[in-house]
């Protein structure tokens, strides 16, 4: 008897129901998943990778719940030259609390910063720059800081290209999240960036909830008021989402091992390597920046991203290197149908 | 036109049967929502926020994204008399470890405890418990520590009614989380308690995914080898998640207000507040251990789930108090017919 010729129940027609719409969106997803990538390897990897994982006969199939994927976010899903976003943050923020504070001038690093803009960034330490980024992230309530960060990102714009820093985000990449969620994987950043800036902004540009964000901390304190409280963000660091952390940071936010890890620099070596170390299928991705003309190259000897070791290291692991100006027919939404011809003919 | 004739795509007649699915759904869960709570003004109070802010015509709607519900879970989703059952382990982990280094038994508190049993433990002061806490619940890997917890669990039994202890879990909250959930909400667990020990037992007894249990933390610590590296629980505290720390431990791991809290000890009060105190249509519930029959009759003298202040301000803040031997027709699921008859007609 047909599933669908007189149901007995509401269950019976809906599970009927459900088979006919899965199966209607999975023929609209076939039709041309991931389209800003070439067909490369690289892609072909992916498409295997989730269509073994996905498919309840194939031996590699693997429960929905447990379809953990998860993604770096700087240099990975949006850029990140001629520096981190969150620092040219910082540097437009200190020059607003400078209005308010003119003092703020003359005290280094901050007179430098001042003076010099962004520019002078490289011309700091790690010292400095933690100066820069407590002053200028921390002493506020924490949705008084996303709310700064919000009008920040709506406005600012990249100094290369013009354009919105969330336009910065890889056209390539949101479309390989956006696939990931629609074949039952629950996606995730875990970035070394500062989890509350990345809120601001990040499920908006990526579809991904706040809850799905993990990144570096600063302590937060519970201040209580007439309004049931506050949470107040202190000038000292609860934890170090980079490197080693990032393993750390995905257990204490999910408490599960990934299958599926997508990063671009050293700083993802340990998520990559303890995600792809596990039992059963999984994937690593590693994205190398070789695409000068349409955004930038580089690796070794970077002073963002810095990708050496990870790369070195990608072959004996299995992980697929992404080599952006092989792989990617498209990097940025905003770039012209002509841009993209012209790239797609090469 | 009805919408099922003649549908012009996949997406309409997807539409239309998520409709018929809902509407079915709801008609069942409209049949008897919360069974094991009596028919009291709290019922109606819960039945009453989830209706309003479920309903897209109601005033007080709230998009399904912001309906986060948060639940504490000792003495809140299950029992914790006559100790805290995550130091109920700790004591059958140390006879356990004493098995292998028998010379725990010569140390204290360690000593005190292996021979007094769980009866020992009000003797303790709080430094000695956090040495016990510290030696049973660290030193080795997350995974494998993990693997212990759920072993115990499938196996110990509570002192006072022999059943393991996740049937020691309340019917009508279980039965709150399911309802919630099937209105569009998103429960989390944030408890005072270890958050690797709850996610151990806690997603197969509540259905609530381990991703979505907030808890206390270790410090953890990252450890490559060659299975992709291992998280090695540190005896170190990263963030105690009780009274302040338990809005602290929302905010970092999910990034929004809750609109819902379910809490029964002062150790939920700036959870509750700050849940409540925020805009839009609110709710705070406060479980009151009123049943020294079925279960234990406890507030201010207790010396696990101390319940003081928060009763205090709880008409003023408008939580509803849920009194346990009124407003519950059931306690346990475990409870034979009879006594469910019995405490009916009460």
Redesign the interface.
Known sequence: MSPLRRPRS??A??AA??F??AF??LA?DDREPLPSWRETPTRAAILDFVARVSDPASDDFVPQ?ARVAVFDNDGNLWAEQPMYFQVLFAVDRLRALAEEDPTLRRQPPFSDVLTGGPAALAGLDEAALLKLVLATHTGLD?AAFQALVADWAASATHPRFGERFTDLTYAPMRELVDYLGNNGFTCYIVSGGG??FM?AWAPAAYGI???R?IGS?FQ???Q?D????Q?RRMPEL?HINDG??K??GI??????RPIFASGNSDGDL?ML??????DGPRLGLLLHHTDGEREWAYDRESHVGRLDEALERAPDLGWAVVDMARDWARVFAFETPADTAREAAR
């Open positions: 509401w269950p027609l809906c129901l459900a006919f719409c209607g969106a609209q719940d924490s989890v509350a809120r909830p706040p809850e964000i901390r937060l304190v519970y209580p007439d309004a049931g409280g949470l609860a080693p952390g393993p750390v257990q204490q936010a999910i408490g599960r340990e390597t303890w995600t792809t170390g596990g």
